[in-house]
């Protein structure tokens, strides 16, 4: 079988686990305890107005239209309108998701610069006191949950120093740049905007760095196993006897095959903590889609719920199919082994 | 070390310096920013429900009248209003060059659309006047009569609700015939205090002071708040003592006012509220349809432990009305902890001590009703009576109380002040025709209150009102529908250059910045 063939399979697959995701979570939704119009009207609206809000969403209906119903709007664009925000969700996923995002990219990277040189130079100095204490380090970091690290980032960088921004994604006195992105990072350092770029890095500091602590263990224990396991192969025996630096040695020809193992991890973190950076967002009060998510489920807020779901269902599985993508590429026998 | 490592640190020591320094933006003083525990989900007044949303409409537009700290109501929009014998036609006599934010002038036209377009809408608290408001017309530019379906005469005290639009501006940028909901997602129509200025959604909602507010400006008023929504108790109390937050909401744990308390220049403000906390009984479903029994697990309630060691801070209510509301019966009856005296309750009742069972509700992840359970469940033990607790969420909790038959025994209801009046907590609560929500998990069904509510309801005499509201509270207390655990006492963490705050029985009222200045 052809890679590429292998490839329009999974993407098939893709599209099956999706739909089997959206009746799923269909179900859960409408199954939820509490009434969303009642939820949403409050204790003393009226029969008459609850039993018109319930018309209007289609909840009077059976589940199987409903669905039906739900599905056909999905594919005109239309997520159907929040109960909380009162606006069409697809609206509200667009301005939660970036900041959401933005978080998770800066998070993956102090997972990559930091978690994989760590495991690289724990390798290199196998069982001596740096590679003890980066091992200490990688447990606690895995154990500790993430949202324990943010408050006690808040609780050094904000009520003791006072040197960091502990809420928000920006100061109130300054304002984002245009939108291009939704990040609002990015689109300050595209239009030129250094101020707000350097205060929504501040912003971004401590959440992106607590979040990414978990992620930073795994993959710095990852990386030391698998280089210690390729650290056993004769062509690196081949190398260290002819002088080629440790350096070069250790980053270069033993990383590449290192990190496939790795590259797993960081895939899967970056797809998860799109549901579970709840407790970070909450902690720093940052207007992301997983909070976003629980507050629709608390509210029992149907539609919101949904296109939450099933946007975090959709970049699961883009980033698994991405990432089968750069496995191919960094390990030819995985495209090989397909071939046969 | 390597010249490379050296290069490398010092190009992270350079960058991490330009971090820190290049946003850095400092607090001024004359503009207040305060914590919510929750979020903004609209700024449309006819669809608000929460006390944050409550305090952004509260400064944003001006309402027809206005609650004093006392529960009574003074003018705004209305400099005053007259109203004939039988309570069925109302006349307000609007001021005159009221501006909007936009410089249009308020007019009757626009307390007419506003009313309209609330019950059109019917979301928000419609309910205040879907089923008494006949229809609202304007008299002429300053005048506008209102004629009721039925006496009311509460009406008074749930104006501040209403909160006036710019009827123009909706009707220009109305959508498909949407009366400006889609634009109002955005922007206000107001000609309150403040302006709104920004609105990062789950984040903060910022609003700026308004030059040409009728009223006018005191010296040093606040010229912009920064409503910031805060989860953690630990970040309020970092931002307070960093200076970045000039008042602490009300909703923090009781610890955390006490380490807020300590700070230097921060004080704490306390208030004894309209909101309360109840056990509500289920009086159709036995064995506590049983009015001993109901008095018997009254009398079982250590209301003194609780309000000391489980939810330090708070006060045993004295019946339904909360003090702080004109109208509540200072004379009303107030049961305490006496095991005897619950024995002799229950000896009257049919039942015999060791075979009552009763399920005990709370709502799930409230620590403290959970705590509130145990307690009670050890005291009823000794009296006989077993109580089975159990957790249920919100959203269970409001499908439950829609039966009789679903309705738990006990349930724990936590209740705030709409509308400073008995009206409040009587009707939702207790009359017939409000059964089905979890404010009215008693189902009383009682012939007698209801006609008493209703009364009370139709009498516009003050004094006369009062007396039946008092005689309301002492029949219910003698029939123990609910147990009246204790009435809220808010407190705020305020910086202490902040003045002028003033606490008012209704929602969130208390956050009228127009009323604050800063201290030079």
């Known amino acids: ?340 | 070390m390597s010249r490379k490592s050296t290069l490398m640190l010092t190009f992270v020591f350079i960058l991490s310096i330009i971090i820190f320094s290049a946003g850095f933006v400092s607090a001024q003083r004359n503009i207040v920013s305060m914590s919510m525990n929750q979020d903004i989900d609209t700024i449309d007044p006819s669809k608000t429900t929460d006390w944050t949303e409550a305090m952004a409409i509260l400064n944003i537009y001006d309402s027809l009248v206005i609650p004093n700290p006392d529960g009574t109501m003074a003018p705004l929009v209305a400099r005053d209003w007259d109203y004939s014998e039988d309570g069925l036609n109302y006349t307000f006599y609007l001021n005159e060059g009221i501006k909007f934010h936009d410089g249009r002038e308020l007019t009757a036209e626009d307390v007419v659309f506003s009313f309209e377009r609330m019950l059109d809408l019917g979301q928000g608290y419609s309910w205040l006047w879907s089923d008494v408001v006949e229809s609202v017309q304007a008299a002429d530019q300053y005048t506008v009569e209102i004629r009721m379906q039925e006496p009311y005469a509460p009406f008074i005290s749930t104006l501040p609700w209403l909160a006036i639009l710019n009827k123009e501006l909706l009707l220009e940028n109305e959508v498909d015939g949407d009366s400006g909901q889609e634009w109002l997602l955005e922007n206000d129509a107001g000609s309150g205090p403040y302006k709104f200025k920004s609105w990062d959604r789950g984040t903060e909602l910022v609003f700026e002071r308004f030059e040409d507010y009728f009223r006018g400006w005191p010296e040093n008023p606040v010229d912009e708040v920064r409503a910031r929504i805060i989860y953690p108790d630990s970040t309020v109390l970092s931002e307070m003592r960093t200076g970045n937050l000039t008042i602490g909401d009300h909703y923090r744990e009781i610890e955390t006012y006490n380490r807020l308390d300590a700070l230097d220049g921060v004080n704490i403000e306390t208030a004894q509220t309209g909101e309360i906390f109840y056990l509500k009984m289920n009086t159709q479903k036995a064995p506590v349809d049983d009015i001993h029994v109901r008095r018997a697990l009254s009398w079982a309630f250590d209301y003194e432990t609780f309000n000391e060691f489980i939810s330090p801070g708070t006060e045993q209510a004295q019946g339904p009305v909360p003090q702080v509301i004109p109208g509540h019966n200072p004379d009303v009856f107030q049961y305490e902890f006496d095991l005897d005296k619950a024995r002799e309750e229950l000896a009257k009742s049919d039942y015999e001590p060791g075979e009552i069972s009763i399920d005990f509700v709370y709502v799930e992840g409230m620590e403290r009703q959970r705590r509130l359970g145990l307690m009670f469940k050890q005291d009823l033990e000794e009296i006989g009576i077993e109580l089975n607790i159990s957790s249920e969420t919100w959203g269970r909790i409001t499908d439950l109380a829609s039966s009789v038959e679903s309705t738990p025994h006990i349930t724990n209801i936590y209740s705030a002040a709409n509308y400073p009046d008995p009206d409040n907590y009587l009707f939702s609560a207790y009359h017939s025709s409000a059964a089905g929500t979890w404010m009215s998990m008693e189902w009383l069904q009682d012939e007698e209150i209801d006609e008493l509510i209703l009364k009370a309801r139709r009498t516009m005499d003050r004094e006369e009102r009062e007396a039946i509201y008092h005689e309301i509270q002492d029949k219910l207390v003698d029939q123990a529908p609910s147990i009246y655990v204790y009435s809220l006492l808010k407190r705020y963490a305020l910086q202490d250059y902040l003045e002028g705050f003033e606490f008012v029985p209704v929602m969130s009222f208390e956050y009228d910045f127009y009323k604050m200045s800063i201290a030079d």
């Not at chain 1, 009207?41 to 018109?52: F, K």
């Not at chain 1, 009162?86 to 998070?107: C, G, H, Q, S």
């Not at chain 1, 990015?186 to 929504?200: E, M, P, R, T, Y």
């Open chain 1, 1 to 340: 079988m052809k890679y590429i063939e292998y490839l329009l399979k999974r993407l098939i697959y893709s599209v099956v686990v999706l739909f089997g995701l959206s009746v799923i979570i269909f179900i859960i939704s409408r199954v939820i305890p509490g009434d969303p119009a009642r939820m949403a009207l409050g204790p003393h609206a009226t029969r008459e107005q609850v039993e018109a809000l319930r018309q209007s969403m289609g909840l009077h209906l059976s589940l199987i239209e409903q669905y039906i119903m739900y599905i056909t709007n999905l594919f005109r664009g239309d997520f159907g309108m929040s109960l909380v925000s009162r606006r069409n969700v697809l609206v509200d996923l667009k301005l939660y998701f970036p900041a959401t995002l933005e978080l998770i990219i800066y998070t993956i990277i102090w997972v990559v610069i930091i978690g994989v040189p760590m495991g690289v130079v724990s390798a290199a100095k196998k069982d001596s006191k740096v590679d003890n204490f980066f091992k200490t380090l990688s447990f606690s970091a895995v154990v500790a949950p993430a949202f324990i690290i943010g408050l006690a980032f808040q609780l050094i960088f904000g009520y003791a120093l006072n040197i960091m921004p502990i809420t928000g994604r920006l100061s109130s006195a300054l304002s984002a740049s245009p939108r291009i992105t939704g990040m609002l990072s990015f689109d300050a350092l595209i239009q030129g905007d250094f101020q707000v770029f350097f205060n929504s890095l501040r912003h971004l500091l401590l959440p992106s760095l607590a979040l990414s602590m978990p992620g930073i263990g795994q993959v710095s224990r990852i990386t030391r196993a698998s280089m210690l396991e390729v650290g056993t192969k004769d062509y690196i025996s081949v190398m260290h006897s002819y002088g080629v630096p440790d350096g070069i040695i250790n980053f270069i020809y033993m990383l590449k095959p290192a990190f496939i193992p790795s590259l797993n991890i960081i895939g899967m973190t970056f797809a998860s903590l799109l549901g579970n950076a709840f407790l970070i967002e909450q902690v720093f009060s940052w207007p992301g889609v997983a909070r976003y998510g629980i507050n629709a489920l608390l509210k029992v807020d149907v539609n919101a719920l949904m296109g939450v779901v099933l946007l975090i269902g959709a970049v699961f599985l883009a980033t698994n199919f991405i990432i089968d993508l750069l496995m191919g590429l960094l390990d030819p026998r995985v495209r090989l082994s397909e071939e046969d």
